[in-house]
Every structure is written in structure tokens, then in C-alpha cells.
């Protein structure tokens, strides 16, 4: 059975641009063989985001959406609760500490079962030396529990 795989020239654009990441939502559409011979991942942008901001940087930028708001949610606290626990739900659990509020969680919404396939740690950009690594999409040096 031949597979085709509809986001080939997305991948052919970011291998010429000197890309390590494919950041999708639509991972299936991706091979593991493309993918590992290019030395590449595709990952969702939670998994990406969660292991790549720092609390700092994910104030910062929820700060700066709130400025520039003209709807609600307009405060940086309420995008974190409503957005990005509705939206993102790996990334606002790694950011609990950032605002004192619970993040909300949209009924029935939560991360893909497939967030990752490829051959490099999402949190160090390092080629995996260990393959159970590939399930999770990070190193067992920056696996986070």
C-alpha cells in the first residue's frame, strides 16, 4: 500500500528553509519515514508551546494579547483560564503557576491522542538517541512529569 501524504510541500518548503519543526495540528498527515529522514518533527502546537515558554515569556505574551484586546476575555488572567485552558490544556497544566486561577477546560475538548511524530525533542531540538523518547516527543533529559 503507497501512502500519500497531502502536506509533502509543506514539508519540502520547511526542509529547504532549515526547519527542525512542523508545528500542525494535522500530525497523521505527516510520514514518520519523511519525517526521520529529514530530520524533523511535526508536533502539535500544545505539546510545542507547553515545553518551549517559559512562565516568564507565557506572561508576556498573555500581557501583550490583553493589551491590544478590544473583546473579552481582555485580561491576561481570563486568557489564560478561558483560551488557553479551553485551547491548549498541556500547555495552560504547565502554566498553573503563572496566574492564580484554575484553568477552565471546554467539555470534551482535550489534547489529540497524536501530538508528535518525528526525530527531534520538542524541548531541545536535539535528534533522539533513545526510542522511547519518540512517543512522547521529548528527550529523557527534558521529560517533564
Do not use: W
Not at 494535522?26 to 512562565?55: C, E, T, V
Not at 498573555?62 to 500547555?91: F, M, N, S, W, Y
Not at 484553568?103 to 524541548?123: D, E, I, K, Y
Request: charged fraction near 20%; glycine fraction near 6%; charge should be positive.
Amino acid at each position: 500500500m503507497i501512502l500519500v501524504y497531502l502536506d509533502k510541500p509543506i514539508l519540502s518548503a520547511a526542509s529547504l528553509a532549515g526547519a527542525s519543526f512542523i508545528i500542525t495540528e494535522n500530525i497523521k498527515d505527516f510520514g514518520a519515514r519523511d519525517l526521520s529522514r529529514l530530520q524533523m518533527s511535526a508536533a502539535h502546537p500544545d505539546l510545542f508551546l507547553a515545553n518551549q515558554l517559559s512562565i516568564d515569556t507565557y506572561r508576556n505574551v498573555l500581557g501583550r494579547l490583553a493589551k491590544a484586546r478590544t473583546r473579552q476575555p481582555c485580561t491576561a488572567e481570563e486568557i489564560h483560564r478561558v483560551e488557553t485552558g479551553d485551547l491548549l490544556p498541556l500547555l495552560a497544566q504547565r502554566m498553573r503557576a503563572a496566574y492564580p486561577v484554575e484553568p477552565s477546560t471546554a467539555a470534551g475538548r482535550r489534547t489529540p491522542r497524536l501530538t508528535f511524530r518525528g526525530v527531534r525533542c520538542v524541548a531541545c531540538g536535539k535528534l533522539f538517541t533513545n526510542p522511547g523518547s519518540l512517543a512522547l516527543g521529548v528527550c529523557a533529559e527534558c521529560h517533564i512529569e
